[in-house]
């Protein structure tokens, strides 16, 4: 009786186990994932210009025309080609003397390339009084007055912002009449000060608050002058729109003080002024960053004679900029029992190949597109899901095969 017992309690044991085997529910399938493709038309860029810094680097523009401006454009010269998101780059490592030709195309979000626009320069010698280097640092032309250790850093034998707030003061005295320039690729964040004070002030701070001063303020889209001082008789330029900064692509900026005016000029179109009368006759150009990190100081032209300095700045080294995997931006919108998925890939200036896009729902990939050598660009998607909170993970896998970059989205339907 008792061998009889175990064997039935060992059969309902079975089967209550089938029971409960076949009762767990069945893990749900991935969703059906239509894909939305791009409409817009995939159009060469116009007006490219080339504009030379100098015997070895040039700047190149273009308009990009209408059709895909969130993917990029590949710029080609020699045996050199980058992928970019904007629509300038600065080349670099050209021969003095000998013409340079340029290719640039526009990318969708696939890789495909549009027909170039192609334009031809010659880097040649451009004198400049001063450069912002390694070597000009160690002369009596600058002092640091800055809120920090480290606040400059220098980066391929160039000065670049590497603190919040770093304060630069010029040793040339300027006045009424002097006109001086400076080359720089920013500010891409915060901004630049460039200020005009009297001599017995040049050692004060803030530099934004001194009397008896002006203040030209750039910032990556504007620029704009301001002052305390009586309102002089200049006539002011009307002013204008212009690309947004782009790191590593430098840009001039004039400042011309006349009598009773102070006029700002970027790449030699007038962009902002103050009519302005400087009740002083003597004293300093300073260059404050605020919250400009990041920002490169190429050249400085302030013709004149340096009145030495006690102290000379020290400075960090910095190593090379490489270019960067973009990182994805993720939207998810719901739509009834569907929801629609953006994602972004992009940013300003140099990016590394992408080689394609994963999307991910829940921890299960859902989605894949992928490139051939593209910069980024739009993609979005439509799928059905349940109720509930559920996560999203975009991928962006490197053309090169290293490591891909990430970004978790969290929504609820």
């Not at 670099?92 to 890789?111: F, I, K, N, S």
């Not at 300095?309 to 080294?317: I, K, L, N, T, Y």
């Not at 994805?328 to 739509?335: F, G, H």
């Amino acid at each position: 009786m008792r061998r009889r017992a175990l064997a039935i309690a060992s059969v309902v044991a079975v089967l209550v186990g089938a029971v409960v085997v076949l009762r767990e529910p069945a893990p749900a399938p991935p969703p059906e994932v239509e894909y939305l493709p791009d409409a817009r038309s995939l159009s060469e860029p116009t007006l490219l210009s080339l504009t030379a810094h100098d015997a070895t680097t040039a700047r190149a523009a273009w308009t990009a025309t209408g059709g895909v401006t969130d993917s990029g454009f590949e710029v080609r010269w020699g045996d050199r080609t980058v992928l970019v998101h904007g629509t300038e780059y600065d080349l670099t490592d050209l021969t003095p003397d000998r013409p340079v030709t340029v290719e640039v195309r526009a990318l969708d979000a696939h890789g495909r390339r549009s027909a170039p626009a192609t334009a031809t320069t010659t880097p040649r010698y451009v004198p400049v009084t001063d450069s912002f280097s390694r070597e000009s640092l160690g002369t009596p032309r600058w002092r640091v007055i800055d809120k920090g250790e480290g606040c400059l850093g220098v980066r391929d034998g160039l000065v670049e912002i590497a603190c919040p707030a770093v304060d630069l003061v010029s040793t040339v005295p300027i006045g009424p009449g002097s006109r001086f320039s400076i080359t720089t690729d920013g500010p891409t964040e915060g901004e630049l000060v460039v200020a005009l004070t009297p001599d017995d002030h040049q050692d004060l701070l803030p530099a934004e608050r001194l009397p008896d001063s002006v203040y030209v303020r750039l910032t990556p889209t504007g620029a704009g002058v301001e002052s305390d001082l009586p309102t002089g008789t200049g006539t002011m330029p009307a002013g204008g729109a212009f690309t947004p900064a782009t790191r590593g692509v430098r840009h001039r900026w004039d400042l011309d003080v006349r009598a009773g005016s102070v006029i700002v000029s970027r790449d030699g179109v007038e962009v902002a002024g103050g009519a302005f009368a400087l009740p002083w006759r003597s004293g300093r150009m300073r260059i404050a960053a605020r919250g400009a990190a990041g920002t490169t100081l190429f050249t400085a032209d302030i013709p004149g004679t340096p009145v030495a300095a006690d102290s000379r700045p020290v400075w960090v080294e910095l190593p090379p900029i490489t270019a960067l995997l973009p990182v994805p931006k993720v939207n998810a919108v719901p739509a009834g029992d569907r929801v629609r998925v953006v994602v972004e890939v992009g940013g300003r200036g140099r990016v590394e190949a992408v080689r394609g896009v994963e999307l991910d729902l829940d921890g299960t990939k859902i989605a894949d597109l992928y490139a051939e050598r593209a910069a980024g660009g739009r993609y979005e998607w439509t799928f059905a899901v349940a109720p509930g909170e559920h996560r999203l993970t975009a991928r962006v896998l490197p053309a090169d095969g290293g490591q891909p970059t990430t970004t978790d989205f969290t929504f609820t339907r």
